[in-house]
């Protein structure tokens, strides 16, 4: 009993070392998965983000057809500058659909006319609170939504132009 | 010049770490004299060239030598010269200069003032001090050379992070350091008695200055730093759990049960092994809590050097160093005699349990603070935070202060329960009476742990002083001084602690000028904001003017500060001491046209936290002084009786 006690302190030191090394070459997480994946789309119902668009809620969803949903808002530059993917995408053939995230309706018709507008439906969630159901923690975030709306893919941050084929190639893959 | 000849140092010292090691262990394995009675000026003049080299860093920084790569990169020109100075250890190269300084010194005050200890013993403890030192001179040399140069040197540096300049960097980060470094001092009296095979009560004598002294500046340190984050970070708080400030406690819970155990053995020649094992394990908890800070594998506010490459480095070092010193105990220790019984009832059971509960204190602390990498191991991601600390420490923190009030009471061997009873009667009778008075005051506004902590902390207090009863105070040993006022000090801290989470009141608001705020029956009016202008920021001042009661009113100038090099914004909180406690006031943004958000708290017995950790390190050092004195004393009698 003794014996094994007095090598129990270098024991525990090698487990603890094993793990010291463990976690320093480890690589850092970069890509973050979430885990809504494969879940449904929260429910919702949102008024209308712009003028000349309809409202969006979580039933527009499960329509059969995979569909973006867009997060974004007007007072965010990398927004702005994802605009060009978007209107890449969408003449690709992808339906989009979108959250303006603590804006106003008069703010989202201006960064409309300014940057293009890709959308089908706008819903304007004044709050975050869908934003929060959805787990996205920021602007802009894109989401890949299944036939069914069920949550299939979620992009952080702004879509490069290298990221648009991925982003079709999630969309054939949730039909 | 100065660069190369303070690098010049560093190779010579380590060459000399190399050549002390090398003696040591070819005199003591062939016996060999004359090898032997080389170690002690090698130990001296390797100290000196560290000093040496760290006066040379200090020097480049004090003149601001822009062809220095670590002062371009962490000084200015335009900054006041104490934080050139005290910015030489404000990042990792200073700061890992500092670290072999004081352990080259440390070496050295070994080698020069070591009396007691066996002549095979004290050298073994110097080739042990040698080998840890010449890892710490790898690493330096290797992957951190302060000394480095930049060409072609550019106009001005870009100044030291804004947080750090500030008198506390003067003075913490050296007593944390003299303090973690000096406890390599026991781990190679540890590592040195093993190897010689002399666990006894004279080696623990010999020992005890040491961890004394290393445990008297930790505990400064600790205290200072913990005073420090609360006025310069502008949170309220004075304890974040933050992984360093684990790294800081670790040592210190470490070194204060080894304290205790290294007495056990040089009164009582018991817990040998245990008392070796501490040692071992006080050091490596300085070398770990290095490993956490340096390689950037936990985030926390001090991450300032996050780099894996020096991080397996030092990684390398703890497997050496700690792996080494664990392997030597169980393949030594086993040898080592059993020691001294001792019966149920006695002082010796109260300081084994005052050593449990602290190694306890001591698992649990490290385990949260490596739980990150625990879970990351599984595949979670989950960290633990403060509320995990005071749940789990804060109760076996409450009964270790049992512990040290009633372990003083006892007798050295063995007591009898019922003499052991009478003594603890005063004690327990005030602890009765403070929780039915603390209960009746405030139950059910303040929560469970802060009414146990005013509780204990009053009981504790008058525990503590109770050895001195009806004792002569003139001719009460300094040691037993130093008991008291270290065990009062850890009374009157936890009453500070327990006061500010019961009773602090926080109010934030967002006032303009001449708005007047009323809280915790203190009156605080804001008078005007005005920009100001120091040698290297600019701020916002606000003039707050806050009276009680109707006396007379003192201004009080909250910042938001904005440094210039590095372009960073800070706030400076403005204090307000008063006997029973602090006004703290914070001057954060504009929150919207003329309205200014500002934070106040109102803190009752706050500075006791920090009055006691100083009543801790004051005990410590009389402990010292006095055991040290009775030794000079008993020897200067020696020696007039021989002559």
Same mark, same amino acid.
């Given at each position: 009993?003794?014996?094994?006690?007095?090598?129990?302190?270098?024991?525990?030191?090698? !487990?603890?070392?094993?793990?010291?090394?463990?976690g320093?070459?480890?690589?850092?997480?970069?890509?973050?998965?979430s885990?809504?994946?494969?879940?449904?789309?929260?429910?919702?119902?949102?008024?209308a983000?712009?003028s000349?668009?309809? !409202?969006?809620?979580?039933?527009?969803?499960?329509t059969?057809?995979?569909?973006?949903?867009?997060?974004f808002?007007?007072?965010?530059?990398?927004?702005?500058?994802?605009?060009?993917?978007?209107?890449?995408?969408?003449?690709?053939? !992808?339906?989009?659909?979108?959250?303006?995230?603590?804006?106003?309706?008069?703010?989202v018709?201006?960064?409309?006319?300014r940057?293009g507008?890709?959308?089908?439906r706008?819903?304007?969630?004044a709050?975050?609170?869908?934003?929060?159901?959805?787990?996205?923690?920021?602007?802009?975030?894109?989401f890949v939504i299944?036939?069914?709306?069920?949550?299939r893919?979620?992009?952080?941050g702004?879509?490069?132009?290298?990221?648009?084929?991925?982003?079709?190639?999630?969309?054939?893959?949730?039909? | 010049?100065?660069?190369?000849?303070?690098?010049?140092?560093?190779?010579?010292?380590a060459?000399?770490?190399?050549?002390?090691?090398?003696?040591?262990?070819?005199?003591?394995?062939g016996r060999?004299?004359?090898?032997?009675?080389?170690?002690?000026p090698?130990?001296?003049a390797?100290?000196?060239?560290?000093?040496?080299?760290?006066?040379?860093l200090?020097?480049?920084?004090?003149?601001?030598?822009?062809?220095?790569?670590?002062?371009?990169?962490?000084?200015?020109?335009?900054?006041?010269?104490? /934080?050139?100075?005290?910015? &030489?250890?404000?990042?990792?190269?200073?700061?890992?200069?500092?670290?072999?300084t004081?352990?080259?010194?440390a070496?050295a005050?070994?080698?020069? #003032?070591?009396?007691?200890?066996?002549?095979?013993?004290?050298?073994? *403890?110097?080739?042990?001090?040698?080998?840890?030192s010449l890892?710490? /001179?790898? $690493?330096?040399? $290797?992957?951190?050379?302060p000394?480095?140069?930049?060409? +072609?040197?550019?106009?001005?540096?870009? %100044?030291?992070?804004?947080l750090?300049?500030?008198?506390?960097?003067?003075?913490?980060p050296? *007593?944390? /350091?003299?303090?973690y470094?000096g406890?390599?001092?026991?781990?190679?009296?540890?590592?040195?008695?093993?190897?010689?095979?002399?666990?006894?009560?004279?080696?623990?004598r010999?020992?005890?200055?040491?961890?004394?002294?290393?445990?008297?500046?930790?505990?400064?340190?600790?205290?200072?730093?913990?005073?420090?984050a609360? /006025?310069?970070?502008?949170?309220?708080?004075?304890? #974040?759990?933050?992984?360093?400030?684990?790294?800081?406690?670790?040592?210190?819970?470490?070194?204060t049960?080894?304290?205790?155990?290294?007495?056990?053995?040089? *009164?009582?020649?018991?817990?040998?092994?245990?008392?070796?094992?501490?040692?071992v394990?006080?050091?490596?908890?300085?070398?770990? %809590? *290095?490993?956490?800070v340096?390689?950037?594998?936990?985030?926390?506010?001090?991450?300032?050097?996050?780099?894996?490459?020096?991080?397996?480095?030092?990684?390398?070092?703890?497997?050496i160093y700690i792996?080494?010193?664990l392997?030597?105990?169980?393949?030594?220790?086993?040898?080592?005699?059993? %020691?001294?019984? #001792?019966?149920?009832?006695?002082r010796?059971?109260?300081?084994v349990?005052?050593?449990?509960?602290l190694?306890?204190i001591?698992g649990l602390?490290?385990?949260?603070?490596?739980?990150?990498?625990?879970?990351?191991?599984? %595949?979670?991601k989950?960290?633990?935070?403060?509320?995990?600390?005071?749940?789990?420490?804060?109760?076996? @923190?409450?009964?270790l202060?049992?512990?040290?009030?009633?372990?003083?009471?006892?007798?050295?061997?063995?007591?009898?329960?019922?003499?052991?009873?009478?003594?603890?009667?005063?004690?327990?009778a005030?602890?009765?009476?403070?929780?039915?008075?603390?209960?009746?005051?405030?139950?059910?506004?303040?929560?469970?742990?802060?009414?146990?902590?005013l509780?204990?902390?009053?009981?504790?207090?008058?525990?503590?002083? &109770?050895p001195?009863?009806?004792?002569?105070?003139?001719?009460?040993?300094?040691f &037993?001084?130093?008991?008291?006022?270290?065990?009062?000090?850890?009374?009157?801290?936890?009453?500070?602690m327990?006061?500010?989470?019961?009773f602090?009141?926080?109010?934030?608001?967002a @006032?303009?000028?001449?708005?007047?705020?009323?809280?915790?029956?203190?009156?605080?009016? $804001?008078?005007?904001i005005?920009?100001?202008?120091?040698?290297?920021?600019t701020?916002?001042?606000?003039?707050?003017?806050?009276?009680?009661?109707?006396?007379?009113?003192?201004?009080?100038?909250?910042?938001?500060? #904005?440094?210039?090099? +590095?372009?960073?914004p800070?706030?400076?909180?403005?204090?307000?001491?008063?006997?029973?406690?602090?006004?703290?006031?914070?001057?954060?943004?504009?929150a919207?046209?003329?309205r200014?958000?500002?934070?106040?708290?109102?803190k009752?017995?706050?500075?006791?936290?920090?009055?006691?950790?100083f009543?801790?390190?004051l005990?410590?050092?009389?402990?010292?002084?006095?055991r040290?004195r009775r030794g000079?004393v008993?020897?200067?009698?020696?020696r007039? @009786?021989?002559?």
């Open positions: 009993m003794r014996k094994m006690l007095i090598w129990l302190p270098l024991a525990l030191f090698l !487990a603890f070392f094993a793990l010291f090394a463990g320093l070459f480890k690589p850092d997480d970069r890509v973050i998965t885990k809504l994946v494969g879940q449904p789309l929260p429910g919702f119902a949102l008024p983000g712009a000349d668009r309809p !409202a969006l809620a979580s039933t527009d969803f499960a059969g057809k995979p569909r973006l949903l867009n997060i808002a007007s007072w965010c530059v990398p927004c702005a500058a994802e605009a060009p993917q978007l209107e890449a995408l969408r003449r690709a053939g !992808a339906e989009i659909d979108a959250i303006a995230i603590r804006d106003a309706r008069d703010d018709d201006a960064f409309l006319r940057n507008n890709p959308y089908s706008i819903g304007l969630d709050r975050s609170s869908v934003q929060i159901a959805l787990g996205s923690s920021g602007v802009p975030e894109t299944d036939g069914k709306g069920l949550i893919y979620q992009h952080i702004d879509i490069r132009a290298d990221d648009v084929p991925m982003i079709l190639d999630r969309l054939k893959d949730a039909q | 010049m100065i660069a190369e000849a303070g690098l010049a140092a560093l190779w010579f010292a060459a000399l770490a190399l050549l002390q090691l090398v003696l040591v262990a070819m005199g003591l394995t060999k004299d004359e090898l032997l009675a080389a170690v002690r090698v130990a001296v390797q100290g000196l060239l560290t000093a040496l080299a760290f006066a040379a200090v020097t480049l920084f004090l003149r601001s030598d822009m062809s220095v790569l670590l002062v371009v990169t962490n000084s200015h020109s335009m900054k006041p010269w104490l /934080y050139k100075f005290a910015g &030489t250890w404000g990042n990792h190269e200073g700061s890992m200069l500092l670290w072999v004081v352990m080259g010194v070496g005050a070994v080698a020069l #003032f070591e009396r007691a200890l066996r002549r095979d013993t004290h050298m073994a *403890t110097l080739g042990a001090q040698a080998a840890i890892g710490f /001179y790898a $690493f330096l040399l $290797f992957s951190s050379n000394f480095a140069r930049i060409s +072609p040197a550019p106009a001005d540096g870009q %100044g030291l992070n804004p750090l300049q500030d008198p506390g960097l003067a003075f913490h050296p *007593t944390l /350091y003299l303090g470094v406890l390599s001092v026991a781990f190679s009296f540890a590592v040195g008695a093993l190897l010689t095979r002399r666990v006894d009560s004279a080696f623990a010999a020992m005890r200055p040491w961890v004394l002294a290393a445990w008297v500046l930790l505990t400064l340190g600790i205290t200072a730093g913990s005073y420090w609360y /006025y310069e970070l502008g949170w309220g708080g004075w304890w #974040f759990w933050d992984p360093v400030e684990n790294a800081s406690l670790m040592p210190w819970l470490a070194a049960a080894l304290l205790h155990s290294v007495t056990v053995l040089a *009164t009582r020649d018991a817990l040998r092994a245990w008392t070796v094992m501490l040692a394990v006080a050091f490596s908890m300085s070398m770990v %809590g *290095t490993f956490l340096r390689s950037g594998i936990l985030t926390s506010v001090h991450a300032f050097a996050v780099d894996p490459e020096r991080g397996s480095f030092i990684l390398a070092l703890l497997a792996g080494g010193a392997a030597l105990f169980g393949w030594r220790i086993g040898t080592v005699r059993e %020691g001294e019984p #001792f019966e149920l009832v006695s010796e059971t109260m300081l349990v005052n050593n449990l509960l190694s306890v001591l602390v490290l385990v949260g603070t490596l739980y990150p990498l625990l879970t990351e191991a599984f %595949g979670h989950v960290s633990v935070g403060a509320p995990y600390f005071d749940r789990i420490a804060g109760p076996i @923190a409450l009964g202060m049992v512990a040290m009030a009633a372990g003083p009471l006892m007798r050295w061997r063995r007591d009898s329960a019922a003499a052991a009873g009478r003594r603890l009667l005063v004690p327990a005030v602890l009765i009476v403070a929780a039915v008075v603390v209960g009746l005051l405030a139950w059910g506004r303040i929560g469970i742990l802060p009414y146990l902590g509780v204990i902390a009053l009981a504790t207090a008058v525990a503590s002083v &109770t001195l009863w009806r004792r002569s105070l003139r001719r009460t040993p300094l &037993t001084w130093g008991m008291v006022i270290a065990h009062l000090g850890c009374a009157v801290s936890l009453a500070g327990a006061s500010d989470s019961a602090t009141v926080e109010k934030l608001v @006032a303009r000028p001449g708005d007047v705020i009323e809280t915790a029956g203190w009156r605080l009016r $804001f008078v005007q005005l920009p100001r202008a120091g040698d290297n920021w701020a916002l001042q606000a003039d707050v003017e806050a009276s009680r009661g109707g006396g007379s009113p003192t201004m009080l100038h909250p910042q938001a500060r #904005f440094f210039a090099s +590095p372009p960073t800070t706030t400076e909180a403005a204090l307000l001491t008063r006997w029973d406690g602090q006004l703290y006031v914070v001057l954060g943004q504009e919207d046209a003329g200014w958000q500002m934070r106040i708290w109102w009752p017995f706050v500075t006791l936290i920090w009055l006691g950790g009543l801790i390190a005990g410590g050092a009389l402990a010292l002084v006095g040290e000079w008993l020897k200067w009698r020696a007039r @009786a021989v002559a």
